[in-house]
């Protein structure tokens, strides 16, 4: 039965685990592929991107890593909001000396359902001293105007991964930079909390220890423990960072940024770090990769590319 190497085994478990901080924060969307057995939760994995097929299974091995949650809930400034049905997937490179990067889908490593603000409108900017915003508010109750969802988006690739804190308790283990959109009919539709150029920055710890399972299956999903490829299964953590710094709403009104002040004002942003919170309940997250990626290289990526591929139903 094919296994991996030690040094292998140990930057996969830690590059899954870290992954599994992030499981509150992305959804499979309409327009993506199903996949037979074993490869079905990798969906968005992008192994046609150059960095992945360039991986050579020496010097860099090329992996797919998947991370789901039904709920959780984020703290922004007075604000909490409770997350719902949640998709991560990400490329990862490993290297040989212990580092990595990553490869984010070309959609974004982050899809995810909106959710429901408490209180609506009405609760994220009323009541207000300023006249103009008074005169919305008097339009809001028990109206269905008043309703407001609120959307994490990626605004980038994640960075810095910590692989001995993935395997840790209590220490960051990689950053992702997000923003929300902020989504109602008076707050038009560039409402942000947080800009690709100034986003709010996750640096998620583990809280306990995932329980692990590792599956084998052959190239095209089918489960085979003599197969070509491996999957890596982590379930149960959860995950916390409250370290992070939330800045100011932008773009907030139909006559652009005419809504920034009251929303600022009312949910207590600009927020310093220390005053907010992100919370993962129950991760569930896979990683998978070929078990012996030095034999077929320096093709490695490509053979994970062709695998991928021939699992698309």
């Given at each position: 039965?094919?296994?991996?190497?030690?040094?292998?085994?140990?930057?996969?478990?830690?590059?899954?685990?870290?992954?599994?901080?992030?499981?509150?924060?992305?959804?499979?969307?309409?327009?993506?592929?199903?996949?037979?057995?074993?490869?079905?939760?990798?969906?968005?994995?992008?192994?046609?991107?150059?960095?992945?097929?360039?991986?050579?299974?020496?010097?860099?091995?090329?992996?797919?890593?998947?991370?789901?949650?039904?709920?959780?809930?984020?703290?922004?400034?007075?604000?909490?909001?409770?997350?719902?049905?949640?998709?991560?997937?990400?490329?990862?490179?490993?290297?040989?000396?212990?580092?990595?990067?990553?490869?984010?889908?070309?959609?974004?490593?982050?899809?995810?359902?909106?959710?429901?603000?408490?209180?609506?409108?009405?609760?994220?900017?009323?009541?207000?001293?300023?006249?103009?915003?008074?005169?919305?508010?008097?339009?809001?109750?028990?109206?269905?105007?008043?309703?407001?969802?609120?959307?994490?988006?990626?605004?980038?690739?994640?960075?810095?991964?910590?692989?001995?804190?993935?395997?840790?308790?209590?220490?960051?283990?990689?950053?992702?930079?997000?923003?929300?959109?902020?989504?109602?009919?008076?707050?038009?539709?560039?409402?942000?909390?947080?800009?690709?150029?100034?986003?709010?920055?996750?640096?998620?710890?583990?809280?306990?220890?995932?329980?692990?399972?590792?599956?084998?299956?052959?190239?095209?999903?089918?489960?085979?423990?003599?197969?070509?490829?491996?999957?890596?299964?982590?379930?149960?953590?959860?995950?916390?960072?409250?370290?992070?710094?939330?800045?100011?709403?932008?773009?907030?009104?139909?006559?652009?940024?005419?809504?920034?002040?009251?929303?600022?004002?009312?949910?207590?942003?600009?927020?310093?770090?220390?005053?907010?919170?992100?919370?993962?309940?129950?991760?569930?997250?896979?990683?998978?990769?070929?078990?012996?990626?030095?034999?077929?290289?320096?093709?490695a990526g490509r053979v994970l590319a062709k695998n991928w591929h021939s699992a698309v139903k």
């Open positions: 039965m094919p296994r991996f190497s030690t040094r292998t085994r140990l930057a996969t478990v830690s590059a899954l685990t870290a992954l599994g901080a992030l499981a509150s924060l992305g959804t499979a969307t309409a327009a993506d592929p199903a996949l037979n057995g074993e490869w079905a939760p990798f969906t968005r994995c992008p192994v046609d991107s150059a960095p992945m097929l360039a991986a050579d299974g020496l010097a860099k091995t090329p992996q797919c890593v998947v991370s789901t949650s039904a709920g959780g809930s984020i703290k922004l400034g007075k604000t909490t909001v409770v997350t719902g049905k949640t998709d991560l997937q990400i490329g990862v490179v490993q290297n040989a000396d212990g580092t990595s990067s990553v490869v984010a889908p070309p959609s974004g490593a982050l899809v995810a359902d909106p959710a429901t603000v408490p209180g609506g409108l009405l609760g994220l900017m009323c009541p207000s001293d300023v006249p103009v915003i008074t005169a919305i508010c008097r339009t809001l109750d028990d109206s269905g105007l008043n309703r407001i969802t609120a959307t994490m988006e990626s605004v980038g690739a994640p960075y810095a991964f910590d692989q001995t804190a993935g395997i840790l308790t209590d220490l960051p283990i990689v950053a992702l930079p997000v923003r929300i959109h902020l989504e109602n009919p008076l707050l038009g539709g560039k409402c942000y909390i947080g800009t690709a150029s100034n986003p709010i920055v996750l640096r998620p710890k583990n809280l306990n220890y995932p329980e692990f399972g590792m599956s084998f299956f052959q190239g095209d999903g089918t489960p085979d423990e003599a197969g070509e490829m491996s999957r890596i299964n982590l379930t149960g953590a959860t995950q916390n960072d409250s370290a992070f710094a939330v800045p100011a709403a932008t773009g907030c009104g139909l006559n652009v940024g005419l809504i920034n002040a009251a929303v600022n004002a009312k949910t207590g942003l600009p927020s310093a770090a220390g005053n907010n919170s992100l919370t993962l309940d129950n991760t569930r997250t896979h990683l998978t990769g070929l078990n012996a990626p030095g034999t077929v290289a320096p093709d």
